[in-house]
């Protein structure tokens, strides 16, 4: 129960600090944010460019960017312990509400290629780490190193110019046909899944090699454990062993890596749901970034931090359940 205690309390404290410094360099961004303003005026209503600066003045003042540094970092902590993310001056609603109609999006196409990269990726480390000298194992590390070294958008961009542009085989953007009406009801269902192809297919092909890599050393050290040897000393199937010995095994640590990966990925969603327009959390973070909102910033950062401190805490406090191993190093 007491390492429970400091865990959560380590956790909340790593939230506050890092809320804290992403605060304050947020409001260093150099850059005239009134000047940014006023040219988004102009493209937006039209507006000359002494008009539009002085609406953008009036923003500036009215939403509070030009009192004390200090004063606004009070004022957004309180509303934090709140739930309260803010206002966004740009897009004219509330962060909460950018939020839930953002993050189940960026949920759904995380949570469907996080699933699909792993189970592809645990299966080829299984299988190379098994048959060590075949040519798959060279292929399968060659393609890690690929992925790892090609930025995520340039891979999205990439199916973009291939299956959206050229074969126009899937959409240009969007999250389902704006033509129907959203409801559980299978031409919707299928519209979804369509438009979240790209996006989902994006996530996959960066991530297997990662997963692949990760099970095949796993699986290397299981396979030097004595009750592997055991078990092939006694004449079992190979399939057999490589599965219910090996794999179930060497999978553990794995495992506990999921709810971290979903974290960091949330944060790394931002580029390729800007290729792709998909209103997703990271759409929203870039034109945040962009049109120099800070409420929205501050809000979808503060989210990102939230959702990656709370997987390591999920990770801690749930791995020594499902990992003998790591039970008996706790104790």
Known sequence: MLRVIKRIAYSLVTIFAATTLMFYLLHNIPGDVIDLWAYQLMEEMGLRYEDARQVAMVMYVGYGEDRPLHIQYIEYISNLLRGYLGFSPTFRVSV???VLKALPWTLFVLSVALILSFSIGVILGLAISWR???ILGQVVVAYAAFTDAMPDFVTALLLMIIFAINLRLFPLKGAYNPTLEPGLYPAFIFSIFYHAALPIFSYVIEHIGYWALMMKGSAASVLEEDFVKSAEARGLPDKRI???YVGRNAV?????SLAIQLGTMLGGSTLIETVFSYPG???FFAESIGRRDYPVMQGLFFLIILGVVLANLA?????PLIDPRARREVS
Request: charged share 20%; glycine share 10%; proline share 5%.
């Open 96 to 98: 909460n509400d950018i």
């Open 132 to 134: 060590r000298k075949g």
């Open 242 to 244: 490589m599965t219910a």
């Open 252 to 256: 553990l640590p794995l495992v506990a």
């Open 281 to 283: 959390i990271g759409y």
């Open 315 to 319: 990770v801690d406090l749930i791995y």
